[in-house]
């Protein structure tokens, strides 16, 4: 791999410096030297703490007016990178060992690759599910933190919609791999286009593979890569009750955008699904705020 080639690292902030503190402690002490920028972009209401600036001279910091969502923030990033390729990085993330230089190695021998993501665990060490198929009516029932799931993680439908469990340490070509990490071609986001805006936040990584490989290009999930350590949810938990309101409607916009089922019967079906599980945790997520 030569020299020229850097790898931009990108994190969407919503209050949660003391998780973003640990996750640039690990990126900058693993990563080392460091191979391009890092940018840090602020979605909530108040500013960084001059604590974390002085800390970490060297990360462009932005605290945007207004509440711009994942995606278009993602866009953001995008729009200041300017290396070869863009990580994008969830602030809740520790790295546990170095990964930026083996994903840019891999790329980089694997030319119809435009996005691989790592190996995530969970805080207690086990397999994050971070590599999925493409959602189904079924992935309502069958998700990554849904009941029977969890009663029976065995079944053959969440094992086709969560791929990341396999014992393997080779990278394999999946539907799509979560935001939390994920290393990205620019030369693909060129073709493709950057992060749809309309999810506001939710899916807009699920879609964005989706695009890519629409035209051609790969989705690989290397669980060789890593291991880095996610804590989900740092930031939804500042606004459990938009969090939990803008899951649903982005996963049934998911679903209107691909629809190919006949008279979009599939899009109803998904529509009346989406407002019963909506209602359905809508009380055990009022309870959490309490």
Same mark, same amino acid.
């Given at each position: 791999?030569?020299?020229?080639?850097?790898?931009?690292?990108?994190?969407?902030?919503?209050?949660?410096?003391?998780?973003?503190?640990?996750?640039?402690?690990?990126?900058?002490?693993?990563?080392?030297?460091?191979?391009?920028?890092?940018?840090?972009?602020?979605?909530?209401?108040?500013?960084?703490?001059?604590?974390?600036?002085?800390?970490?001279?060297?990360?462009?910091?932005?605290?945007?007016?207004?509440?711009?969502?994942?995606?278009?923030?993602?866009?953001?990033?995008?729009?200041?990178?300017?290396?070869?390729?863009?990580?994008?990085?969830?602030?809740?993330?520790?790295?546990?060992?170095?990964?930026?230089?083996?994903?840019?190695?891999?790329?980089?021998?694997?030319?119809?690759?435009?996005?691989? !993501?790592?190996?995530?665990?969970?805080?207690?060490?086990?397999?994050?599910?971070?590599?999925?198929?493409?959602?189904?009516?079924?992935?309502?029932?069958?998700?990554?933190?849904?009941?029977?799931?969890?009663?029976?993680?065995?079944?053959?439908?969440?094992?086709?919609?969560?791929?990341?469990?396999?014992?393997?340490?080779?990278?394999?070509?999946?539907? #799509?791999?979560?935001?939390?990490?994920?290393?990205?071609?620019?030369?693909?986001?060129?073709?493709?286009?950057?992060?749809?805006?309309?999810?506001?936040?939710? #899916?807009?990584?699920?879609? #964005?593979?989706?695009?890519?490989?629409?035209?051609? #290009?790969?989705?690989?999930?290397?669980? !060789?890569?890593?291991?880095?350590?996610?804590?989900?949810?740092?930031?939804?938990?500042?606004?459990?009750?938009?969090?939990?309101?803008?899951?649903?409607?982005?996963?049934?916009?998911?679903?209107?955008?691909?629809?190919?089922?006949?008279?979009?019967?599939?899009?109803?079906?998904?529509?009346? !699904?989406?407002?019963?599980?909506?209602?359905?945790?809508?009380?055990?997520?009022?309870?959490?705020?309490?």
């Amino acid at each position: 791999m030569g020299s020229f080639v850097k790898c931009d690292v990108g994190i969407v902030s919503y209050r949660c410096f003391d998780r973003l503190s640990m996750c640039l402690e690990s990126l900058l002490s693993m990563e080392r030297p460091f191979p391009g920028k890092v940018l840090v972009f602020e979605n909530g209401p108040e500013g960084f703490p001059s604590s974390l600036e002085k800390r970490f001279p060297q990360v462009t910091f932005r605290k945007n007016r207004q509440n711009l969502g994942f995606a278009r923030t993602c866009n953001e990033i995008i729009k200041a990178s300017v290396a070869p390729y863009i990580c994008f990085l969830n602030p809740d993330t520790v790295l546990k060992r170095p990964f930026l230089g083996r994903a840019m190695h891999f790329l980089e021998c694997n030319r119809e690759v435009a996005v691989v !993501g790592p190996r995530i665990v969970n805080p207690d060490g086990t397999v994050q599910e971070s590599a999925r198929g493409f959602p189904r009516l079924s992935t309502a029932f069958f998700g990554r933190t849904c009941l029977l799931t969890r009663f029976m993680p065995s079944n053959p439908v969440s094992k086709r919609n969560l791929q990341a469990g396999y014992s393997s340490a080779q990278p394999i070509e999946v539907d #799509w791999v979560t935001g939390a990490c994920m290393v990205v071609r620019r030369r693909a986001i060129r073709e493709v286009g950057g992060f749809d805006e309309g999810f506001f936040m939710y #899916w807009e990584d699920c879609d #964005w593979c989706t695009r890519f490989r629409s035209i051609g #290009w790969k989705v690989l999930y290397h669980p !060789g890569l890593g291991p880095i350590e996610h804590h989900s949810g740092s930031s939804s938990k500042k606004a459990r009750l938009k969090s939990h309101f803008w899951f649903h409607k982005s996963a049934v916009r998911l679903y209107l955008k691909y629809d190919v089922s006949p008279f979009h019967l599939g899009s109803v079906l998904a529509v009346a !699904g989406g407002i019963a599980r909506f209602l359905m945790f809508l009380p055990m997520v009022i309870a959490s705020m309490e």
